[in-house]
């Protein structure tokens, strides 16, 4: 049996970032994937295949906590659920790191500062190569470096809203865009900043996710491997339970085990759970890292909710995510809790539509869905979600996935959405209207639950309430690693994303270290 240096299972935001940072080391890594390459077809950016069609959803079927099944909107490729995300690259809040008091409850510290992960966050933009402005955000915690990329520009009516809302006294900035975008010399540009961003894979490959920054660029390296439709269906220990020896992985229809002296899971919040469940032995009856039987609970996404507002003139912005509001983020006059974070989403297409039906309601029967979308302008308001343990992925014998779920901090999203709603007039919008509206695709849980799924596996200081110890290491196994969004012990109210590459980045160089390559390590380089 070949034996590896590091086996990574899951090739998204933390596992294709590890792979290209460990990659220059030399030193021998697998990488297993579930999926395989995202096809490069015109059906990515239309908008008919991939949110009424679900064409690049999973197949698998969870269930909620009352037996009933769903559609997870999960996506299994090769840079996982990143080859589908809107690349909106954010920092958490310096304060998030620390223990917050929310209207529902405490959100927890982490057990690393905001410090320590900074210089992490600065080389993972670098990577992702996030476009972005310092010093406009009034929340912006410090950094160590300018983003290298300036930010993407505003169209015109989102100019005119960001003048708007300057005007009324806030402070909205240029949101930070992963997109590989040069507007100083578009001919070259790799990025033609297209409708089709959000939600949509790029069928140029012009997003920065975490296959073409991460995965490829590992891939230039020999002695890193990438095995594609190769599921990790269980990690099997040494007799004394210290230290896993084996993933068994289901490829082509057979079954076989690789060894690697290192094991980084980051198959994504829900499924790093399952396998760790599943992996349950003599030695650890509840499953691998759950001693403190945290693994699956604390399961957390975003309180979310997409809006659309009726701009009184006409919207014809084509790449509407350059814009962000954090001026809610740790309340308001009204609301002395945390509300959250408000920004744009890509912009509205009447296919899209297909399931929300704004026109056959109180705009039915002058509004079309072509005129709704020609004036929307379309928002995505995110509010924490609070780790909670009975908030669960649970698996049963025969593997299936159960997703237990009560909403948190209600109040704050309410607070959050009216505080947008009472905007809309001096925003050029009409002021009776702002519709929910199912961003990406309908789903029967709420998109984010998927999307932004986080928690489950947290990291901490103590063995009785984490499961993983500050370097992302189980507890109770020696060389058992995660870095995908399960270490989260809180998720804050901006995407998950960089956050999710930075702490993996910050693993790598422990990893490294472990492996005697620190001198590839971040902050030597
Ligand atoms: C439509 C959409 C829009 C989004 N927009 C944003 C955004 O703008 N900004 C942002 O920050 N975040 C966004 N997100 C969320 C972001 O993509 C995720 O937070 C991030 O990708 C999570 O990283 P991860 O490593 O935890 O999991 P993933 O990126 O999902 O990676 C997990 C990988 O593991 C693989 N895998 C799973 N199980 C196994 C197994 N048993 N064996 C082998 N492989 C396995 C999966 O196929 C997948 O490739 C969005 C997500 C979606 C779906
Ligand atoms: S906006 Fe740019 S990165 Fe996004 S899908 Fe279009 S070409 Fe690709």
Redesign the pocket.
Known sequence: MDQYDVII???????GTLARHLAPSGKKILL????DWLPREPQNWLAQDVFVDNRYVSEDTWYDSKGKPFQP?I????????K???????RLRERDFGELRHHDGISPAWPISYDELEPYYTKAEQMYEVHGARGEDPTEPPASAPYSHPPVSHEPRIQQLSDQLEAAGYHPFHAPCGILLDEQNMAYSKCVRCANC??FPCVVHAKAD?EVMGVRPALEHDNVTLLRN????KLETNPAGTAVTGVVVERDGATETLAGDLVVV????A?TAK?LLESASDEHPNGLANGSDQVGRNFMFHDSVAVLALSREENPTVYQKTLGLNDFYFGSDEFDYPLGNIQMVGKSQAPMFHGEKPGETKLAPEWTLERVARHAIDFWLSTEDLPRPDNRVSVDRDGKLTLSYNETNAEAKKQLYGKLRSLLGKLDMNEGHLFHRFA?MKNEIPFAG???QAGTCRFGDDPATSALNADCRAHELDNLYVV???VFPSIGAV????T?MANSLRVGDHLLERLGASKYAAAAA
Do not use: I, K, W
Request: a negative charge.
């Open positions: 299972v899951g090739t998204g935001a933390g596992g297993l994937e579930r999926g909107q996506h299994y490729f090769v840079g996982g659920a990143t589908l995300y809107g690349a909106a690259l954010y959000d939600g975490a190769a599921r990790a269906v980051a198959c994504g919040a499924n396998l990406y998927c999307a932004h995908d969004t399960s995407n998950p994303a960089l999710a």
